[in-house]
């Protein structure tokens, strides 16, 4: 009987390849919380480059 590996490096065709989520499922790590900075980094300079999509952003609820 061999057994087959549960995750695997390489992501299914069609499917994005998340490590972080990857990750997350393997070590049941639900409350875990990731910031993606280069995401977050890239963000910024497409609305600096377009202004008109910070009308289509959704801000996140204020910290008290």
Same mark, same amino acid.
């Given at each position: 009987?061999?057994? =087959? &590996?549960?995750?695997? +490096?390489?992501?299914? #065709?069609?499917? &994005? =390849? /998340? /490590?972080?989520?990857?990750?997350?499922?393997? @070590?049941?790590?639900?409350? @875990?919380?990731?910031?993606?900075? +280069?995401? #977050? #980094?890239?963000?910024?300079?497409? %609305? +600096?480059?377009? !202004?008109?999509?910070? #009308?289509? %952003? %959704?801000? !996140? !609820?204020?910290?008290?």
């Amino acid at each position: 009987m061999t057994n =087959q &590996p549960v995750y695997t +490096a390489v992501a299914a #065709e069609g499917e &994005p =390849q /998340d /490590d972080i989520s990857a990750l997350r499922d393997a @070590f049941s790590l639900h409350a @875990f919380r990731y910031v993606d900075i +280069a995401r #977050e #980094e890239r963000l910024k300079d497409l %609305v +600096a480059r377009w !202004p008109l999509l910070t #009308e289509t %952003v %959704v801000s !996140p !609820p204020e910290r008290r």
